[in-house]
């Protein structure tokens, strides 16, 4: 599976944006979708989730109620929504498809990342 995420800018705070992810390969693998973000000195944290089966979501809680986390059914693209961004929202945004194998277990793949930067 090959990810390519797009959508990343700058953005003055309470402003939004739109983040979309492409999946290519064997898509139809994915088990589970996610967008996770990486700030200058900080680890790479999940924010939101959604299942391939139900698409259910889940979200961090610093950024419930602001950001809303989609996909298509082919599991081909994947979208995160950010509205009313803060400049703690300011990261690199990852795009990450889990693959939960039967024999092997879970294997990730990822994105090469989108900058956001949001300025106050």
């Known amino acids: 599976v090959q990810l390519v995420e797009s959508g990343g800018g700058s953005v003055q705070a309470g402003g939004s944006l739109r983040l979309s992810c492409a999946a290519s390969?064997?898509?139809?693998?994915?088990?589970?979708m996610t967008w996770h973000r990486q700030a200058p000195g900080k680890e790479r944290e999940v924010i939101a989730t959604i299942t391939s089966g139900g698409g259910l979501t889940h979200y961090r809680d610093s950024v419930k109620g602001r950001f809303n986390i989609s996909r298509n059914s082919a599991k081909t693209m994947l979208w995160l929504q950010m509205n009313d961004l803060k400049p703690e929202d300011t990261a690199v945004y990852y795009c990450?498809?889990?693959?939960?194998?039967?024999?092997?277990?879970?294997?990730?793949?990822w994105g090469q990342g989108t900058q956001v930067t949001v300025s106050s």
């Open positions: 390969g064997d898509t139809h693998s994915i088990n589970v």
């Open positions: 990450n498809a889990i693959e939960l194998r039967i024999g092997v277990g879970q294997l990730d793949y």
